[in-house]
């Protein structure tokens, strides 16, 4: 593009040298940037004195000594007084009579890169109409000719004057527009509005950080933009307008998002305060993993304060059911003292019992999330809990609208389900009723899954206090424990657990857990399936298009060959066992010769089988049976 700078460079000369004014742009270093023809023939400058570069101090001295300025007594102090002055250059608008007996005015105006512009312009015209008007004084007032000369002279400083403006509202334009665009591109929304609550200014991102909003808001009042938002918000704004600054977190109920608010007085020094300057930013994520980082602490503070208990406990359990042991071994022993005994090694046992479920609640526990079908997690989760329940109990699971594969801790989530259902199911007892459990997408924030009894519902104190370890309603037979290891796992995955009653009585219990669906890595394929087994060829080739690529199928080796000459096939998903004289193992090593580098095995052999570590051991090995989950999990892995 060199080419195209120089054709701009010398059109922009021409242009200049075509205009009758002189003009010079010096830059902040005080050396000449850009000059006309006019400026060096109005001047008589040499040619050496016209070439960028030049310094304005040489300029200068140059015209002192040529007597531009007239006589000068001290010449030095003359260019040092000039240079100083343009260092702290000011705009300004002046006329002077230069030594050759012509008029020039001089108009200068700094520039926002820096540096300043001049314009002389020749006035010498203007100035002998008006020695002529006053020449013929007999016949004009003298005062007229004053005024007429000081109009001219205003109406010259007021051009110059509207030029400097013109200036600095286009420079103020392009601010403006630079502003709002650095903040249009900020993650977050930037606001303020007037004492009266309405918004003056918004960077259009309001709807980003709190879903459902209005995009245009300057203008609206601050309850209309922000919904039930607002009324959390109202303590902080009031502080604001008091002239005190804070920074509030709040959860927006209509979205579920995380909202973290600072407000800021508007106020000028120690002036009236003129409204609010709001910056909001949605921390969902980070109160996420906040929480999951708390809860891990808090474990980790349990496992230090009960493992030393917990081993001093078991082995006091373990000398009692010993003791006890030996007394039921006892010929002589009366039935009475007998049934004391084994009462007491009953208790032992169950004091055993709960002493793993504290190192489970405590313990190290590590989140493994992994792409999860929700539908197929939930159908599971109903074949394992429907024959626990008697049959005066029915269970309803289901999931509102369609959800994608989710990244989820599937472990965690089931148990925690399976524990909440038969929590349920103890509250229903003998009486009939049912279990509903639905699950629900709440924006694009939050999975919330449910569980719904039509029994009881909770007692005041179990609201308060349910979530807290070792409480419960169950007297004797319940450890306490099932909803607090519910709201271990939940919170450990980043998620929420809330209690509350129906409307129509019964029991909800609320989980939440971060919406994250599962990023696909890579751009969907043409798959060459080799698979003799038909069932299972037809249940990988729905998985394959589920996930948006397209299939071709081979049932051997042999086929499979053939086929991976046709263009277009970027990936082979072959079994191990194959029929004919080639295995999978062969038929990918043979592929990877002709270039094709995505290549995948599946097989039901187990891991320690040679054929399945050798194939481990060049190629990734997908162990059958898998979901579509599992497939799509390790696809991802490979891509990324």
């Known amino acids: ?69 007239g006589p000068v007594d001290d010449p030095a102090e003359a260019i040092r007084s000039r240079v100083e002055a343009a260092r702290a250059f000011v705009p300004h608008y002046m006329e002077r009579r230069r030594a050759n007996g012509r008029w020039i005015s001089v108009e200068g105006a700094p520039l926002a890169q820096g540096g300043w512009v001049t314009v002389y312009t020749d006035i010498t015209e203007v100035k002998l109409q008006e020695q002529l008007l006053r020449s013929r004084s007999e016949e004009l007032s003298g005062e007229l000719l004053k005024h007429a000369e ?27 527009a630079r502003t709002r665009l650095t903040a249009e591109m900020m993650p977050a929304h930037i606001a303020h509005m007037n004492r009266d609550l309405h918004y003056t200014f918004s960077n259009r991102r309001l ?19 922000l919904g039930g938002a607002f009324d959390k918000i109202v303590p902080s704004l009031e502080l604001a307008l008091q002239g005190k600054a804070s920074v509030y977190e709040f959860t927006d109920d209509e979205s579920g998002r995380r909202i973290r608010v600072a407000f800021t007085p508007d106020r000028v020094g120690d002036g009236p305060i ?37 081993h001093d406990f078991g082995n006091l359990l373990t000398i009692i059911l010993g003791l006890q042991g030996r007394l039921l071994r006892s010929a002589d022993l009366p039935e009475e003292v007998a049934e004391i005994a084994r009462s007491t090694m009953a208790a032992a046992r169950r004091g055993g019992v709960l002493l793993d479920r504290i190192a489970q609640i405590s313990g190290h526990r590590e989140i493994r999330p992994g792409p999860t079908d929700l539908e197929a997690l939930l159908d599971d989760l109903n074949m394992m809990a429907s024959p626990s329940l008697p049959e005066t109990t029915r269970l309803r699971v289901g999931i509102d609208g369609v959800l994608p594969p989710l990244m989820l801790d599937s472990g965690a989530v089931q148990d925690s389900l399976l524990n909440l259902i038969l929590n349920a199911r103890d509250a229903l007892g003998t009486a009939p009723g049912t279990i509903t459990l639905r699950a629900r997408a709440v924006r694009d924030t ?45 919170t450990l995955c980043g998620g929420t ?9 019964g029991a909800r219990v609320t989980l939440r857990l971060p919406l994250r669906p599962v990023r696909m ?24 298009r589920k996930l948006g690529h397209s299939v071709i199928e081979a049932t051997s080796a042999d086929e499979a060959l053939q086929l991976a000459e046709l263009p277009g096939i970027s990936m082979v998903l072959s079994d191990i066992n194959l029929p004919g004289e080639m295995s999978g193992l062969d038929l ?5 010769g002709r270039g094709i580098d995505r290549l995948w095995l599946m097989t039901a052999l187990p891991t320690a089988d040679p054929l399945r570590q050798a194939a481990s051991a060049e190629f990734p090995v997908l162990g059958k049976p898998f979901a579509a989950a599992d497939l799509l999990s390790r696809l991802n892995e490979a891509a990324a």
């Not at 709807?207 to 933009?225: E, F, K, M, Q």
């Not at 609010?276 to 921390?283: A, F, G, P």
């Not at 890595?521 to 394959?544: F, G, T």
């Open 1 to 69: 593009m060199p080419q195209l700078e120089d054709t701009r460079f010398r059109l922009m000369n021409a242009g200049l040298n075509l205009i009758q004014q002189a003009l010079s742009i010096f830059d902040s270093d005080l050396r000449l940037a850009l000059c006309n023809r006019r400026y060096q023939e109005m001047f008589g400058f040499p040619d050496d004195f016209v070439q960028p570069g030049v310094s304005f101090e040489d300029t200068i001295r140059y015209l002192v000594e040529r007597g531009e300025y």
């Open 150 to 176: 000081r109009l001219g002279l205003a109406n010259r400083e007021l051009a110059a004057a509207n030029a400097r403006l013109e200036e600095t509202k286009r420079e103020l334009v392009e601010m403006e």
């Open 207 to 225: 709807s980003s950080v709190l879903p459902g909003r209005p995009l245009d808001i300057v203008g609206l009042h601050a309850s209309a933009a």
């Open 274 to 310: 003129n409204g609010v300057y709001i910056l909001s930013m949605d921390v969902t994520e980070e109160t996420q993993a906040r929480s999951a980082l708390a809860q891990t602490r808090k474990r980790e503070l349990a496992a230090q304060l009960s493992s030393g208990l917990a």
């Open 446 to 490: 939050w999975l919330e899954i449910t569980v719904e009894d039509s029994g009881p519902g909770f007692s005041d104190k179990a609201l308060a206090h349910g979530l807290e370890p070792f409480f419960t309603t169950k007297g004797g037979e319940g450890s306490g424990l099932g909803l607090a290891m519910v709201y271990d796992q939940i």
């Open 497 to 505: 657990v809330r209690l509350a009653n129906r409307d129509k009585g």
């Open 521 to 544: 890595h890579s751009a969907p394929d043409m798959v060459l399936l080799v698979e003799d087994n038909i069932a299972i060829r037809e249940a990988v080739r729905e998985m394959l």
């Open 588 to 592: 990918a090593r043979h592929l990877r």
